[in-house]
């Protein structure tokens, strides 16, 4: 599924990993035992089973992450959401997608639509043209590889194109590619890299990996999956980001959207939330500076330990008279040309949440 993902880095190595997540059931003692885990929480219908076991069971023991049975079924819920175990699934209608994101994007930047169209027409490595391929493209990896073929035989292809390849989410797990980016340069990826990291996230074993990054690798102050499965849509963090300014819009009697980015994506205009923090600097006596640098923290652990986050929950919460939640799950509407219904983050996030305690429940 596209969505919204804001990429967020955070390295965590120990056991205590998940400490966070309230009754989380012991971790597998031996590699023996961890495969066993894995195999018995797998989807009956799942094919190529050993495959699965293997490669799942590689990116706990590479990141270092307990095989729990809670951690197993997270991975499971979220691979099942995204692609129900196929490694490069076909998606109907992928070719009318790609051309109608395509003429999106050229009108974005101004290129007219015959010109863009007059360009696809031209031969391609294979023999067809650049929009017989895209009309024939069944998977997303098969429209990767023709915007890469695209961006390096087309005079000026990478200057009309660069950054347009159109698959940003990639692999079993749909993993963005700009945090596997991320993450590889700050943790070595574990295996050899054929093409690119961005070309391994269409691995099984590279989406696997990555997603579980993702969706593990990093503390947060959450006592449910249901908050890391928000996570993985709209980026780590985001869940605690969102409860914070849930108590920063109560503080204040300012409306404050609720969707985990503490500052706005493109870096231009101060948002709500910096704007709903300078409101409060009266009784906090923090300043404008040390409150801009606090929400720079806002996609790393340590922005909990913030004068700032410290001084909004204890305004808020004096305010409302009770203790109000460290985790909230995110305002987001999902946007991206493979979604043609109305769908949140919240949605996704139970939907996932549901399949996980399905994964947890003994078998009858």
């Not at 596209?2 to 967020?8: E, G, M, S, T």
């Not at 292809?157 to 993450?183: C, D, E, K, S």
């Not at 923090?277 to 009784?283: E, G, K, P, Q, V």
Request: charged letters at 25%; aromatic letters at 8%.
């Amino acid at each position: 599924m596209k969505r919204l993902v804001r990429p967020a880095i955070a390295i965590v190595g120990s056991a205590a990993l998940l400490a966070g997540c309230a009754g989380e059931r012991p971790a597998a003692s031996d590699p023996g035992a961890a495969r066993a885990l894995i195999e018995r929480s797998l989807p009956g219908a799942v094919a190529d089973r050993s495959g699965w076991v293997g490669d799942i069971d590689a990116a706990f023991s590479a990141l270092k992450i307990p095989v729990s049975r809670d951690n197993v079924c997270a991975v499971i819920a979220v691979t099942q959401q995204e692609s129900g175990f196929r490694v490069d699934p076909v998606i109907p209608n992928l070719g009318s997608i790609a051309r109608a994101e395509i003429d999106r994007r050229a009108e974005g930047v101004h290129i007219p639509l015959t010109l863009m169209h007059g360009v696809l027409e031209l031969k391609s490595s294979s023999g067809e043209t650049y929009a017989e391929r895209i009309d024939h493209a069944r998977t997303e990896k098969d429209l990767s590889d023709i915007y890469e073929d695209f961006t390096a035989s087309v005079p000026l292809g990478r200057t009309l194109l660069a950054g347009w390849n159109p698959i940003r989410t990639r692999g079993p797990m749909q993993v963005n590619v700009a945090f596997a980016q991320q993450f590889s340069a700050l943790q070595p990826y574990p295996y050899p890299v054929k093409v690119s990291i961005d070309d391994e996230l269409f691995t099984r074993r590279g989406s696997l990996y990555f997603g579980t990054a993702h969706l593990l690798a990093y503390t947060a102050p959450y006592d449910s999956y249901l908050y890391r499965f928000a996570d993985f849509n709209a980026g780590q963090y985001s869940s605690r980001n969102a409860a914070f300014q849930n108590a920063l819009s109560r503080a204040s009697g300012l409306t404050v959207t609720a969707d985990g980015a503490l500052l706005p994506h493109d870096g231009g205009a101060t948002g709500s939330t910096e704007l709903a923090a300078r409101a409060l600097d009266a009784r906090m006596n923090l300043g404008t500076d040390a409150i801009h640098a606090a929400l720079e923290r806002g996609r790393s652990a340590d922005f909990e330990q913030t004068a700032l986050y410290r001084a909004v929950f204890e305004l808020a919460e004096k305010r409302q008279g009770r203790a109000l939640p460290r985790a909230v799950l995110p305002r987001i509407k999902l946007k991206g040309p493979k979604i043609s219904r109305e769908l949140t983050t919240e949605w996704y996030a139970r939907r996932v949440d549901g399949r996980f305690r399905a994964c947890l429940r003994p078998a009858t």
